[in-house]
């Protein structure tokens, strides 16, 4: 589980994530790369606005504040 949604600068993991995740704009580029094993990631440099968490096949929206 990812929290708090929306974010502010830092998006936290209730687990450590099982495997690479990969935060998305709306253009399809990543923007940021979540390592595995991290409890947390930073979100501070991004601009405002609609993101996508995607880990393995699931991909979940974001709103960054």
Do not use: C, H, W
């Not at 595995?36 to 995607?54: I, P, Q």
């Amino acid at each position: 589980d990812r929290y708090p949604n929306p974010v502010t600068d830092m998006l936290l993991f209730a687990n450590p994530l099982s495997e690479q995740a990969e935060i998305i704009d709306l253009s399809g580029r990543i923007v940021v790369t979540v390592m595995s094993n991290e409890r947390s990631a930073d979100l501070s440099s991004l601009d405002s606005g609609v993101y996508f968490f995607r880990q393995s096949n699931k991909t979940v929206r974001l709103v960054k504040q």
